[in-house]
């Protein structure tokens, strides 16, 4: 059972990403799925969460119109797509799911499982 997210890297500022998050062991079907990031010497902050069936879709503030967060059942992957990125956005970022459905609280971060992490830069 595990999450393994890739697809980081180093961009310039205003450039894009796409993050995957691939379940083995169990099935994203049934799961809340949440990316959060990390930056050093910060806290943790959640960036989406998405719910597979019911529930809602949260952006924080500074994902807002930027990011989209997606999943492909068939493929028990989900996606983080990063548009306009900016120098205020490297982290390392994560994925975590949770069972049943994504709530207002999720960037709290707790009873999540959780990936390794993909590390993402911003950078000219």
């Known amino acids: 059972v595990q999450l393994v997210e890739s697809g980081g890297g180093l961009v310039q500022p205003g450039g894009s990403l796409r993050l995957s998050c691939a379940a083995s062991?169990?099935?994203?079907?049934?799961?809340?799925v949440a990316w959060f990031r990390q930056a050093p010497g910060e806290e943790r902050e959640g960036v989406s969460c998405?719910?597979?069936?019911?529930?809602?879709?949260y952006y924080a503030d500074a994902a807002e119109g930027r990011f989209t967060v997606s999943r492909d059942n068939a493929k028990n992957t989900a996606y983080l797509q990063m548009d306009n990125l900016k120098p205020e956005d490297p982290a390392i970022y994560y994925c975590?799911?949770?069972?049943?459905?994504?709530?207002?609280?999720?960037?709290?971060?707790?009873?999540?499982?959780w990936g390794q992490g993909t590390q993402v830069n911003v950078s000219s």
């Open positions: 975590a799911t949770t069972p049943g459905v994504c709530s207002a609280s999720y960037y709290l971060g707790i009873g999540w499982f």
């Open positions: 998405t719910s597979n069936t019911g529930g809602g879709t």
């Open positions: 062991g169990f099935s994203l079907d049934r799961v809340a």
